[in-house]
């Protein structure tokens, strides 16, 4: 910083400042972001200028991608606006879908249930009271002929978030394209397929890592060759966040997790410029506005320097992180729930100044139950807003150069480096995990966080302070309890039309193929599905031969 | 030494969001109670068989999926059978307020909804407490 | 006593009952422990310590498995400390063993060490003493163990095991606390992990060391890995046979009297330490006396022997 404004400082300091104080002192002592990193009163050229601008910060479009990953962002194209969409039956999710591409959505969002998204069919005991409830069921491929009848695969791109069955669903939209006669190398879309942040944050995990990081990379190699436009994995930092995790954490776990599946692809012999360019991201948008910019920018700088530096990728599409970003689910209050529509509001212009491709946002009636059609409409009007109306996207990152915001950028990122550098020495992602350090580091953040919600040292609207007398809004959406008994009946269906011999075949040469770790399974897979095995019975399959992965759990 | 209350926090269905289980269990820990946490998805059968091996006196349910009308009535149903009808079952998670009254005559205790501050969890522990040993 | 036949006929809520009588030092609790008295000495009872994170519960799941494939009935006591500021407790051992919850020749139980130092709780060991009379034939006993203090869990146990993993700094670290003297088996879990081999290795060592100075013979050294599964086959052998070993060679019965002793020990001091206090009010009259001592008034020995004897004059008449 020039020596004028070094000594205008002090001088601002001893006398403008000085009287203001005295007779108004600030409303606390210290000022911190919504993931409790400490804020100065002003920031000047000083922090903005430290290191080279354009080895830092530079152009869009261009390493390290600190201003986003295209020249023009949304002055070419707007991002994708995908809600998050599934319950109940593929019948009535795919009205959803439809209703949401009527509505000028671009693209789909898969919600599935927990039976389908650990591997159990409808009519498992252990599905009970869960089937169809935060998504739709899928129990073989005839529920998923279902849910695209009528949507043709060839013009939307699908979302879907699966990740341990990631494989057998991504199995059962190649053949039902094929069914529409759209071949493999025109449908595009991502399956979440991530893993590590199941055992990190989300729960839905089957399989132990050994053979769940094998899936993967079965999975990447397939898709390298056969379905070019999939997106064969979306790494995600949302349910870190979810889980209570600060921003920085968010950022640093997540690309932890990306170096482990880059490694593990590499070891097995995968060229990195042949799958990179295919990993996407997904984070989560907060309510502090500033801090969620800063952490969006600071990643892509981090994921560009880890591609070209730590892997040496040569493609400068391996060295982009594009990302997904869905509004916080957390942040949503049951307490007077329009002021959720505020939240979000708040959340998707972080999001769209942070550069992210593609947004969900959530519904205000979201911490009380499934949205409604309305409030799912109020929900994508918010971005439509922010597209058409309020401007931010006419210019590329439009923050850029906000002295606060650049020192904030480099806080986050220099912050992230610790973590990944300490998840590294401790042997990688799996490591980690598997010693309880990130669970604990997370929980630890999420525990901070409620007691001061707690104490009133951090306010949430409605919740903490301002809060009235209400009465729960009437019209929530509802799952049918006897979905369940219509799933299982739908099943049995399938099982009783199916010709069994050739299901049984097929499920017996993907468990002979599964024995040898050498084995591409995306095959052997598709065939299981091709003849109608059901999910539960390919997962059960694996299961036998990969064993079950057991919650490592430090408190 | 004296007797302590002993509470079990469990969460039945298939969700994996755990940061409120969590959260209840450190909580209640801190207040002094010693807690019991079985984990992510547990079945109405082992979080019951849990609650009578570890003698508890309340067990506390959570779940986010919306199962909950089919898995907290359940426990509670074979706490019964289990003649264990006396130990306190309570839970959270996103419960519509249309759900309540179901689960309240479905003998679930308590439900702690979003948002609910960690001193009415205790408050309601201190008071349903001295209600049994009156 | 009612509760006394459910607990022989092996009925779980009596017997959960009846470890919360012992834990919370209920006044019911000496008739119970000696009405259960002539029911114990069957069941096997196996001691698993190490640091936090050594996967002691994963391994305690992996052989209450191979107990109930050989038809046994096991029960677990996990002991985890409680805090020392509020009195609670997290207890998250069971999660590991949760599989086993319905099985009904299965019992867990988390216990709070309650301020009791040693590494178990004051319950424990009567709460083995529960297990054994309805019926276990083999109780697991897990605490943590990281420094010399928490070594209660030998006088309990038949058998010890100490699980140590490689890569957490604190084999040395163990070794200079001295809780290497306690193992009967010693455990090198998460054996595919770099450092495996160095960690047995540097176990060998000191145990060597130890044999040139007492004696002793070798405990054994097993790797583990119940991440696979590898080496619990291995370990589960090895612990049974040791048991008939010491059956057979009369080694348990002389561990068995040592920890009779200890526990004869104990309850005397404390029944003494009870008696003074109700014979002499030794809480109401302390500030009394302490205020004398302090103003020079009187000598701490002579007062006390003076006291005491005039104490023993008063009982013998």
Not at chain 3, 88 to 101: E, F, I, N, P, V
Not at chain 3, 222 to 241: A, W
């Amino acid at each position: 910083m020039p020596e004028s404004i070094k000594n205008r400082k002090k001088e601002w300091e001893r006398t403008t400042l000085k009287k203001v104080l005295e007779r108004f002192p600030e409303q606390r002592e210290i000022f911190t972001t919504g993931s409790d990193k400490e804020v100065d009163r002003i920031y000047l050229p000083e922090e903005e200028l430290k290191g080279d601008y354009l080895e830092k910060i530079g152009f869009p479009g261009e390493y390290p991608y600190t201003r986003g990953v295209q020249p023009t962002m949304y002055r070419g194209r707007l991002w994708t606006m995908r809600q998050y969409a599934g319950f109940g039956t593929a019948e009535e999710s795919n009205s959803r879908y439809k209703y949401l591409l009527n509505q000028g959505q671009t693209g789909l969002s898969i919600a599935f249930d927990l039976p389908t998204q650990i591997g159990y069919d409808s009519d498992d005991p252990v599905s009970a009271g869960e089937v169809g409830k935060v998504g739709v069921a899928i129990d073989s491929l005839k529920d998923m002929e279902i849910l695209f009848d009528g949507i043709p695969l060839d013009k939307v791109s699908t979302s879907m978030t699966i990740n341990a069955p990631a494989a057998v669903l991504l199995a059962m939209y190649i053949v039902v394209a094929e069914k529409q006669g759209v071949s493999r190398d025109k449908i595009r879309g991502t399956i979440q397929n991530d893993i590590l942040k199941e055992y990190i944050a989300r729960g839905t995990y089957i399989f132990p890592p050994a053979p769940s990081m094998r899936l993967i990379n079965n999975i990447f190699e397939f898709c390298s060759t056969e379905v070019p436009k999939w997106n064969t994995i979306s790494i995600s930092g949302y349910h870190i966040r979810e889980a209570g995790s600060t921003a920085v954490q968010e950022i640093a776990f997540t690309i932890a997790d990306g170096i482990e599946y880059v490694r593990n692809a590499i070891g097995v012999g995968l060229d990195v410029d042949h799958f990179a360019g295919r990993l996407s991201f997904f984070f989560n948008a907060h309510n502090d506005l500033l801090e969620e910019v800063a952490k969006y920018r600071a990643a892509r700088r981090i994921w560009a320097k880890v591609m070209k530096e730590n892997f040496s990728a040569k493609k400068e599409k391996s060295m982009m992180m594009r990302f997904h970003t869905q509004t916080a689910g957390s942040s949503l209050t049951a307490q007077q729930p329009d002021n959720n529509v505020i939240r979000v509001t708040i959340q998707t212009l972080a999001a769209v100044l942070g550069g992210t491709q593609s947004l969900h946002t959530n519904s205000k009636d979201e911490a009380l139950a499934l949205p409604t059609e309305d409030s799912v409409r109020v929900a994508l009007r918010t971005q439509q807003i922010v597209a058409h109306e309020s401007g931010v996207t006419n210019t590329v990152d439009p923050l850029a150069g906000s002295y606060y915001l650049e020192q904030l950028t480099d806080d986050i990122e220099k912050e992230a480096w610790d973590y990944i550098n300490r998840i590294e020495k401790m042997g990688g992602m799996v490591q980690a995990i598997e010693a309880g350090y990130v669970q604990k580091e997370i929980q630890d953040s999420a525990y901070r966080y409620q007691k001061a919600v707690e104490s009133g040292d951090r306010v949430v609207v409605g919740v903490n302070k301002f809060t009235v007398e209400e009465k729960e809004p009437a019209g929530l959406l509802k799952v049918d309890p006897a979905l369940g008994k219509i799933q299982a009946k739908k099943l049995q269906d399938v099982r009783n039309t199916r010709d069994n011999r050739k299901t049984s075949d097929t499920l017996q040469a993907l468990g002979e193929a599964a024995k040898d770790t050498k084995t591409n399974l995306m095959p052997f897979i598709m065939e299981a599905v091709r003849s109608y095995a059901t999910l539960g019975e390919i997962s059960n399959v694996l299961r036998k031969e990969f064993g079950e992965y057991r919650e490592s759990i430090v408190l | 030494m004296s007797e302590k209350i002993r509470i079990e926090i469990a969460k039945p269905g298939l969700d994996g969001h755990d940061r409120g289980a969590k959260y209840i269990a450190r909580a209640l820990k801190d207040a002094g109670y010693e807690v019991i946490y079985t984990g992510i998805r547990q079945t109405p059968e082992s979080i019951v068989a849990t609650a009578i091996q570890e003698d508890v006196d309340f067990v506390g349910l959570s779940l986010l999926s919306g199962a909950h009308n089919e898995l907290f009535p359940r426990v509670v149903e074979l706490l019964k059978e289990q003649d264990a009808g006396d130990i306190i079952v309570f839970g959270g998670g996103v419960i519509p307020e249309e759900d309540l009254d179901f689960l309240k005559t479905h003998g679930i205790q308590a439900i702690f909804r979003p948002g609910t501050p960690i001193s009415d969890v205790i408050a309601f522990i201190e008071s349903t407490r001295k209600g049994h040993a009156a | 006593m009612e509760l006394v036949t459910d607990i022989l006929a092996g009925k779980t809520r009596a017997v959960a009952r009846a470890v919360s009588i012992v834990e919370n030092n209920s006044h019911d609790k000496e008739a119970l422990i000696d009405a259960l008295h002539d029911y114990t000495g069957h069941a096997a009872v196996w001691g698993i310590t190490g640091p936090p994170g050594a996967g002691k519960s994963t391994l305690a799941d992996c052989l209450i498995q191979k107990e109930r494939d050989a038809g046994k009935k096991v029960a677990v006591i996990a002991v985890d400390p409680s805090s020392p500021f509020t009195g609670g407790a997290l207890l998250g051992d069971r999660l590991r063993m949760q599989t086993h919850a319905v099985d009904p020749g299965v019992f867990i139980r988390s216990m709070a060490s309650r301020g009791h130092l040693g590494g178990i709780s004051a319950g424990t060991l009567d709460a083995v003493k529960i297990f054994d009379a309805a019926g276990f034939d083999t109780i697991i006993v897990e605490t943590i163990g990281v420094g010399q203090t928490e070594i209660e869990i030998i006088e309990l146990s038949d058998i010890v095991m100490l699980v140590l993993v490689p890569g957490m700094g604190d084999e040395i670290q163990a070794m200079k606390a001295g809780i290497m003297e306690i193992g009967d088996v010693y455990v090198v879990n998460k054996s595919d992990k770099d450092g495996a081999q160095r960690l047995k290795a540097e176990i060998e060592y000191v145990l060597m060391l130890k044999e040139q100075t007492n004696g002793d013979p070798s405990p054994g050294i097993l790797m583990t890995s119940s991440r696979d599964n590898t080496g619990i086959d291995e370990l589960h052998i090895h612990l049974t046979q040791l048991y008939h070993e010491r059956t057979r060679n009369g080694m348990l019965s002389v561990r068995r009297k040592k920890r009779i002793k200890k526990e004869m020990d104990d309850i005397f001091n404390r029944k003494v330490q009870d008696l003074i206090e109700k014979e002499l009010s030794l809480s109401a009259n302390s500030s009394t006396w302490i205020e004398k001592v302090y103003r020079k008034e009187i000598k701490l020995y002579s007062f006390i022997n003076n006291t005491l004897a005039e104490f023993e004059r008063s009982n013998k008449k």
